[in-house]
């Protein structure tokens, strides 16, 4: 029996990008490959290409001329993976069939088999379980493999959220024995937090409980690793919240209590995490002072065991529930803090965050509170310099001048224009940690400093602050992905609004870039401003231009996980693109859509392919092809019914009717004159039938009826 040693990678995301990058690096430490070696780096060089017709016919290769290598198997995956890609599932199937015989209890067949599934899985998740379920019932897999399988299956079947799924996912947690196997444990309180919403549905709130017991009693067993312990609590009192306000009153109240009692760093993280989440319904269920107290016992705690983020999120979550709830006593608080402060002996004994001070100033100067604004951070001032909280008094009084700019774009427009680049410049020159920088990231995305800029006519000025800001967060956390996406889609989208040409030339030399080598970040942000691009590349007639960008991005998207997913969405725009600037290109893309949309089972389909097919139904009509919509709309109408989706049904009829625009009509009305006019009857009564068919109320339709009844015809 083959082995290969190689480590499996995550198969619990999409599963293309597993065996081709594990092993060749160890196999090439020679001055020249092998043959058998070079023609699998050639077919995985293809692979990362995205070129799957070479892909496939290296491998064909290197099956003929080197039948004995143990390569094989391995081209097979990518080969696999080429014919999956192309859509190709028959082939795909023969070759799976081949390597079960040949390679069976091989990490290689796994992986094809678990790309299959996930191949399956994204069209119909229970016709995925059913071939996992196959799959088990034969002797194909490796013990450790085949436990990957079962963890797979089980995944699907979570995706139906069936009655079938509930009762195995209560099954497996009661299964487990000792001694734990704690990637399993992990696994399935992962797994739990997606069945309590669907128990609770349908009131089997004891069976909840009863789970949600189980998942805490073995992950203690495991250690209780911090996420999966608060994100399962989480999780749990989040369902049970939605499905009975009463029953979750009653549960949390001795959570409560314990979160009163922190003895250490571990339940300090815990209790503020779980906590934080039930403000909102705890001050509504709650004397006022009793949450309050909750909430100082926590940040204290929080502070004192110096768990930063957990004090962080606490602090935020507490102001946005009184916001939400009580906000007449938001301010009141605050200025129970600042009492607090004055007095303190200690830092920790003043309880205080510094990150509510930002939406505190935002909140005085919202109420015309400017003087109030500037007398309470002196006050926070004073307190951070007395206990030489250097790095605060930098993070106060940089939120302090961000929220004075947000007061002075409301209510001094032409002195925030003047002073806005300056102070965000001088700003940044300042901040030295992503809590510095962060207030100033909010004033130029959040509220709208780059728009500003541009639209006073500073686009230089914004393009800088843009560079600096990018080159400050990579210098302090090179990994905060996320904020350097938020800077870049904000300016970028600014760009594109108002200096397009500029915009396109970035954008284009990304998309680039992108085709090459890219990060999903990098391909998120691409995909969120595809819209500027094509509207600019359509009203520039540049179509071809358009075209080539959209096959860039779907070519990056191929190179990455998950990234598919993120570019359905590209996908549609650009069919909306084409259907807007060239309608002779979007007829010949969105066949395919239609033809898929016949064959499909799925609400999961309906979405993906309505709005696709909905842009459809006016490009058809303005050319004439009135049938060819009818039938696009009856066949998305034929699968909500089957669906029973009466609600997307509606609206998907109100967008067909809309699709018929009076120029039709006019057009359909002109042309059933001119047959009756030329003694073509036959012309005459389908102008008739279409003008009758696409909107039997309207004027045109009408009047037609008429003529048509005043000409004596049958």
């Known amino acids: ?7 499996l990678h995550s198969l619990f ?30 077919a995985q060089q293809a692979w990362t290409a995205g070129k799957w017709d070479d892909v496939i016919t290296t491998v064909d290769n290197l099956c003929k001329q080197y039948p004995d290598s143990k390569l094989v198997p391995d081209g097979m995956v990518l080969q696999h993976i080429a014919y999956l890609s192309q859509g190709a599932f028959d082939k795909a199937t023969v070759l799976e069939e081949k390597v079960a015989k040949t390679w069976p209890r091989t990490r290689d067949l796994w992986v094809i088999i678990a790309n299959t599934s996930d191949y399956k899985g994204r069209k119909s998740p229970q016709d995925a379980v059913a071939y996992l379920d196959g799959i088990l019932k034969q002797d194909l897999l490796a013990p450790g493999d085949r436990k990957y399988a079962m963890k797979q299956r089980l995944v699907l079947l979570g995706r139906t959220k069936s009655d079938q799924y509930v ?44 789970l949600s017991q189980a998942v805490q009693d073995n992950l203690a067993k495991i250690g209780n690793p ?37 003895d250490n760093a571990a339940e300090a993280n815990y209790y503020a995490r779980i906590l934080s989440t039930c403000y909102v319904q705890l001050l509504r269920l709650k004397p006022f002072k009793d949450v309050k107290s909750l909430h100082e016992c926590l940040q204290a705690a929080t502070l004192r065991f110096k768990q930063d983020a957990a004090m962080k999120s606490d602090q935020s979550a507490w102001l946005v529930a009184l916001q939400f709830v009580k906000p007449e006593m938001l301010l009141q608080d605050f200025t129970d803090q600042l009492a607090r402060l004055k007095a303190a002996r200690t830092v920790e004994e003043a309880g205080f965050s510094v990150s509510s001070t930002e939406q505190i100033y935002h909140i005085y100067f919202e109420q015309k509170k400017a003087e109030d604004a500037k007398t309470v951070h002196g006050q926070v ?14 993070v106060d009084n940089i939120q302090y001048a961000v929220a004075h700019l947000s007061y ?17 410049k001088e700003l940044l020159n300042q901040a030295k940690t992503l809590s510095q920088v962060r207030p100033i990231l909010k004033a130029v995305t959040i509220d709208e400093g780059y728009t500003d800029l541009f639209q006073i006519g500073k686009a230089e000025e914004a393009g800088k602050i843009y560079d600096t800001l990018q080159a400050a967060i990579t210098r302090i956390s090179a990994s905060d992905s996320y904020d350097l996406m938020m800077n870049q889609m904000t300016y970028l989208s600014s760009l594109g609004n108002y200096m397009p040409d500029q915009f396109l030339k970035l954008y284009l030399a990304r998309v680039d870039k992108a085709e090459k080598a890219s990060t999903p970040e990098e391909l998120q942000v691409l995909t969120s401003l595809v819209s500027l691009a094509y509207s600019a590349l359509g009203r520039a007639e540049r179509i071809d231009d358009l075209k080539h960008v959209h096959a860039q991005l ?10 598919p997913s993120a570019t359905n969405g590209e996908f549609q725009q650009y069919l909306a693109a084409l259907a807007k600037y060239s309608s002779k290109d979007f007829l010949g893309e ?17 979405r993906q392919y309505a709005p696709v097919v909905q842009a459809a139904y006016g490009v058809f009509n303005d050319s004439g092809q009135y049938a060819a919509a009818r039938t696009a709309h009856d066949q998305l109408q034929a699968l909500y019914t089957k669906l029973a989706r009466t609600a997307e049904a509606t609206a998907d009829e109100a967008k067909y009717t809309a699709s018929i625009s009076q120029k039709t009509l006019d057009a359909l009305l002109q042309e059933f004159k001119k047959a009756l006019v030329h003694k073509d009857n036959a012309g005459a009564k389908k102008n008739l039938d279409q003008l009758r068919g696409l909107s039997p109320d309207s004027p045109q339709a009408k009047r037609a009826k008429e003529l048509w009844d005043a000409s004596g015809l049958k």
């Open 1 to 7: 029996m083959r082995k290969n040693t190689r480590r």
């Open 13 to 42: 995301t999409v599963l293309l990008m597993l065996v081709p990058l594990c092993g060749i690096a160890s196999l090439a430490y020679g001055d020249e490959l092998e043959p058998d070696k070079a023609l699998y780096t050639k």
């Open 167 to 210: 009762n195995e996912m209560l099954a497996a947690v009661k299964d487990l024995k000792d001694p734990l196997d704690q990637n399993e444990v992990v696994f399935l309180s992962g797994m739990a937090q997606g069945t309590y919403r669907l128990l609770m549905k349908a009131k089997r709130f004891d069976e909840a409980k009863a």
């Open 226 to 262: 911090p996420e999966s312990t608060v994100s399962e609590q989480i999780a749990y009192f989040d369902a049970l919240k939605a499905a009975d306000p009463k029953r979750f009153t009653d549960e949390i109240e001795p959570v409560v209590k314990l979160g009163m009692l922190v």
């Open 381 to 394: 001032q004073e307190f951070l310099t007395r206990f030489k909280q250097t790095d605060d008094v930098l």
């Open 408 to 424: 002075q774009r409301k209510t001094a427009r032409e002195e925030y224009n003047k002073t806005l680049a300056t102070t965000l």
């Open 554 to 563: 779907q070519t990056a998207a191929g190179k990455m996980p998950n990234a």
């Open 590 to 606: 969105v066949q395919p859509v239609l033809e898929k949309l016949a064959k499909a089972q799925t609400l999961e389909e309906a």
